[in-house]
């Protein structure tokens, strides 16, 4: 009784300090032109950025949102089409949003090299140079010059007061905030021809762009770092590490805001009383260089933060509309045919070693459940590896532990470039002269050989599925689909080599074998990110790749609340769990836990877990279970 009354009163605590901060919302006071929001995936960096884009213009300021995000969804927040040219929001007067399309970012830059050659070249050459500019490389470069251009150049952002920058997933938004020194640094020493993105002196007219941006990336009267976390001890830990990160390329000006915490509501739910427990835990064990900053608090919603009215809400909770608590009769349960994890698991098993890739946008839990099933499947005996290719991953810090049968390790891109270095010197550079040592050196410069390396060990990865199983976790959506690309352009080429008949087998063939290839896309019960997880099984299948299943984690519908508040929650879950039931045959769904899923214990308990029976996605009403 006394833990549940010390549970209580911190949580009181808690929502006095929400209403202080929610009245400063000190990320927004005195803004300067730029905003950058970043953290760990599926914080709700974009629903802040659009819900602070929302509140600027009600100041009467003119507003540029733009994401970052290769797997952006800016447009499906505001509920229309967004690309990659300016779209003005009619529901909101004074706000234009705009999506970086890698694809057609790289497109315009393509042609703006081959277009004025295509009539003077052999039109085998012009096909080489198009296959040398399809790699990931060129779509990274094409996407950072459009974001350079919007920091360095006046003239591009002129009629805006400011410009909000919704960001990729952590690993990928420090790659890119770093990537304008690293360019800088690269065209001022380079001396060798890029092949992937072209000559250097095309890209050497972007070096004002890159210079000014880093000019304006490290002016503290110019830009803003607002780190996102939710109020949980993964994504602390997280920001922690981001701001660090981005302290040390020179981003002095950050502000914290915690979103998304639990309200003090319905003490009688033990779900409930765990998570606000669980948070009160973190945020006393906040990371120490987080303390001293700025921080705002915004309180969980009974409602996806979809559409303006929402978003308002968002940074105005007392304007929110109450949640429909109404008893429907029908208490909230998953639709009929999905099945708890260990019942996936159980296939996967069955089918014996393969590689299972875990993929989706940032923040789904895409790291948890790879080590779950991962753990489990070490647990039945099998040998497994589990690794990841995201840079801001941290397994070792999941599993809390060492376990027999399972051997842990990660992509490093750092390890991964220092030694794709190493054995292109001393195999291509051993005939060269010291003039041609030399000139390869610089060119094993150039930032995008780090997905060349990636590349490399990421394939030696996939071959290893051959005798043991291999959980493969996967960046978030964008970057892991440029992975795909590089897979893909590494196919094209060794195709067009032996094409005197010589058997092959290359990674990307592997990734289209379902025997060989397990593919999970791991979502949230919540509309953008289904959304998302679709278009991802669309450029999938683009790829000849078919998921096995879908696995929707985090659900309240399957953790069977009493709550009203987390009821009501779980039923706003419905249309996205029949979304799911219409796009894949083979669905698993994970409950919201009441401790947060790291630790041996708690993966067990996370591939264990039941889920109640389901209601019938046509009729909203209770149907028989599947067998």
């Avoid at 690309?83 to 694809?103: C, F, K, M, Y």
């Amino acid at each position: 009784m006394a833990e549940a009354r010390a549970v209580e009163l911190t949580c009181v605590e808690q929502a006095a300090r929400v209403d202080e901060s929610l009245t400063r919302l000190t990320f927004l006071e005195a803004p300067p032109r730029f905003l950058f929001f970043t953290g760990k995936g599926g914080v709700g960096k974009t629903s802040l950025a659009c819900a602070s884009a929302v509140r600027l213009t009600t100041r009467g300021a003119r507003v540029l949102l733009v994401s970052t995000d290769p797997a952006s969804n800016i447009g499906q927040v505001f509920g229309l089409p967004v690309g990659n040219t300016r779209t003005p929001i009619p529901d909101v007067p004074g706000l234009s949003a705009l999506e970086i399309d890698p694809q057609q970012a790289a497109d315009a830059y393509r042609a703006r090299i081959i277009d004025p050659v295509r009539t003077q070249l052999p039109p085998d050459e012009v096909d080489a140079m198009t296959e040398q500019l399809s790699g990931a490389c060129t779509t990274e470069i094409a996407s950072f010059s459009e974001f350079t251009s919007l920091l360095a150049n006046p003239d591009v952002t002129a009629g805006y007061d400011h410009v909000l920058f919704d960001t990729a997933p952590t690993g990928h938004t420090i790659r890119l905030l770093q990537l304008p020194g690293e360019w800088t640094t690269y065209l001022s020493d380079g001396k060798g021809d890029v092949s992937c993105l072209g000559p250097v002196a095309g890209l050497d007219r972007f070096r004002h762009d890159y210079r000014g941006a880093l000019d304006a990336l490290t002016d503290p009267t110019r830009t803003r770092l607002v780190i996102v976390s939710r109020p949980q001890r993964s994504a602390l830990d997280e920001a922690s590490r981001t701001y660090a990160e981005l302290l040390r390329v020179g981003m002095s000006d950050a502000h914290l805001v915690l979103n998304g915490g639990m309200p003090p509501v319905d003490a009688t739910d033990p779900l409930a009383c765990a998570v606000r427990a669980r948070e009160a835990a973190a945020l006393t064990g906040m990371p120490a260089n987080l303390r001293p900053l700025p921080q705002t608090t915004t309180p969980l919603m009974p409602f996806n933060t979809v559409g303006v009215a929402a978003l308002k809400a968002l940074l105005e909770p007392s304007h929110a509309p109450l949640p429909d608590t109404a008893d429907d009769h029908h208490p909230p349960v998953p639709p009929e045919g999905f099945v708890d994890l260990r019942s996936l698991i159980d296939g996967l098993e069955a089918a014996g070693p393969a590689l299972v890739m875990c993929m989706g946008k940032g923040g789904v839990g895409k790291t948890t459940i790879a080590a779950a099933i991962a753990l489990e499947l070490a647990h039945r005996g099998n040998d497994v590896l589990l690794t990841t290719t995201d840079p801001a991953a941290h397994l070792t810090d999941t599993l809390d532990g060492e376990h027999e049968n399972l051997t842990v390790s990660r992509i490093d891109p750092a390890h991964a470039i220092s030694e794709y270095r190493e054995r292109v010197m001393a195999g291509k550079g051993a005939s060269l002269d010291d003039a041609g040592r030399a000139a390869l050196a610089e060119d094993l410069k150039s930032p995008c050989t780090d997905e060349v390396a990636v590349f490399q060990q990421f394939s030696h990865v996939v071959f290893q599925s051959r005798r043991r199983f291999v959980v493969l976790d996967t960046a978030p959506t964008g970057h892991t689909l440029l992975l795909l690309d590089a897979t893909g352009s590494y196919h094209r080429e060794i195709a067009r080599q032996m094409s005197d008949g010589t058997r092959y087998t290359t990674p990307l063939m592997r990734l289209q074998d379902p025997a060989q290839t397990k593919v999970l896309l791991i979502t949230l019960p919540e509309t953008t990110p289904v959304q998302e997880a679709e278009e991802l099984q669309g450029d999938l299948a683009r790829a000849g790749i078919t998921p096995y299943a879908w696995v929707v984690n985090n659900s309240l519908v399957a953790a069977a609340p009493t709550s009203p508040f987390l009821q009501a929650r779980a039923r706003a879950e419905r249309p996205s769990l029949n979304r799911v039931a219409g796009l894949c045959a083979r669905v698993g769904i994970v409950p919201m836990l009441t401790r947060e899923p790291v630790g041996a214990a708690s993966l067990t308990a996370l591939a264990s877990a039941s889920v109640p029976g389901p209601w019938s996605p046509e009729s909203g009403g209770p149907g028989p279970r599947r067998q």
